[in-house]
């Protein structure tokens, strides 16, 4: 069976707190595209689980100031 996600867990987690945040702060995946200086396909890239692009560590650092929060908000508590 092929593996459905090339994500692994930490990346996933984290994409899914960045969605969690985007959605509870009513951004559309256009608005926090633009507010990150990304493409709209690319946030969607990123936050498909078919596709492999995925956050970096620049993109949590500007993730924490638009939501003016700690980049550790978007890292789970214990390893996975």
Do not use: T, W
């Amino acid at each position: 069976m092929p593996k459905i996600s090339s994500k692994s867990e930490i990346e996933l987690f984290v994409i899914n707190k960045v969605k969690e945040m985007r959605i509870k702060a009513h951004l559309s995946q256009a608005e926090l595209a633009i507010k990150l200086d990304l493409s709209v396909g690319f946030l969607g890239h990123i936050e498909s689980p078919r596709k492999p692009a995925k956050y970096n560590l620049n993109h949590i650092n500007k993730l924490a100031k638009i939501f003016n929060c700690s980049p550790q908000e978007f890292l789970p508590e214990k390893s996975l």
